[in-house]
């Protein structure tokens, strides 16, 4: 059985350029193994991914709403977005290029920008260029000039679901002018299913093949240092409990991981190779995540909030996590990072692969009968 596309209509929003309300739809890609991911075109969000467990108990392990407002109320949580034009902080919220400054906006504390500035691609209502079986492809052109960044940005999503349980997704991006790009997700996930809280999260293992993390200070501004991981809570190099784990960060400034680690040598590969692998051992759901970026934000969503999300669910803090591949946080302000600078001769191109597996481990003990 090959993948299967439906489409239906999420709801209404209003086009933040437009100021006029738009039909939002929803596309739901499914594979023959019972998997399903859904897509809205608002925010081009990632708003469902359901599957099996080793008990073939479906679960929907990506949080998200049911409705429109509850994505515009909870918009400082980016839960499912697309972060850009450039994802993660900007310092100052500004940054110089062939000697000549760009400011852009400071939608932070009025201190610096976060994930693209007031209003980011996770806020945009993103049309839909292609349909099918073969994937769903969102398109959106920024403006010149918005949220301060140069040049006009034509920028492609592509989700892509295949029956070995891969969520493949792939962002494309071309500019008239010189300007900055470092797109991501900003995707939650709890493989013990979306709601299942601290609880669920606490019962997973983490692995990131990662040597160093990407130094902050106390907004969590790059300060150009790259620090090693030996003997911290940030080595991550062998699978880890997150139980165990989080405990450590009751007496740190920020409580939980919000970090850049540094992947696959700190530079952009020809193409994906892991990076993380995320273990659920109770339903024996595993996340792994493949990419050719330089960089994976790793968030313990420390700052959620009993959020109300999908089938009346709450959601908390510590329970769920998201894994955002991209380049360095404020890339523009520190030369020695993986550069995020675009020029109009040239393509942005950023691909990364969620491959959800159930690796049932309990097995090999169960079935070594005689």
Known sequence: MSITLEEEIFGLAVNPFTK?????RRYTLKNSK?????????????????????????DDVCLGFDDIASYLANKGAYIGGTLGRVANRVANGEYTFNDTK??????????????????????VIWEVV???????????????????????????ITYQ???ENRLWVRYEATTDRSTMVNLSSHAYFNLAGHGSGAKGLSEHTVEIASDQIVDTDELQIPTGKLV???DTVFDLRLPVLMRDRLMQFENRQIKGYDNCFVVNGGRVQKSVAKVAKIVHP???????????????????????????????????????FCVETEKFPDAMNHPEFPSISLEPNEKYRHDVLYWFKVEESWKCCCNNDP
């Open 20 to 24: 006029s309300p738009e039909m939002v």
């Open 34 to 58: 019972g998997m399903t991911v859904s897509v809205i075109q608002l925010g081009a969000i990632i708003q469902s991914v359901c599957l099996p467990d080793a008990y073939k108990k479906v």
């Open 282 to 320: 109770p339903s024996c759901r595993v996340l792994e995540v493949w990419t050719d970026q330089p960089g994976m934000q790793f968030y313990t969503a420390n700052n959620l909030t009993s959020i109300v999300g999908k089938n009346c669910t709450k959601y908390e803090k510590h329970g769920s």
């Open 161 to 163: 679901l295949d029956n």
């Open 228 to 230: 090693d991981v030996n």
């Open 130 to 156: 292609q349909k099918s079986a073969e994937g769903v492809i969102f398109r959106h052109v920024s403006p010149h000039g918005h949220e301060g960044y140069p040049g006009k940005l034509t920028c492609l």
């Open 102 to 123: 760009v400011s852009v906006t400071k939608n932070i504390q009025d201190k610096f920008q976060l994930h693209g500035g007031f209003i980011g691609f996770d806020s």
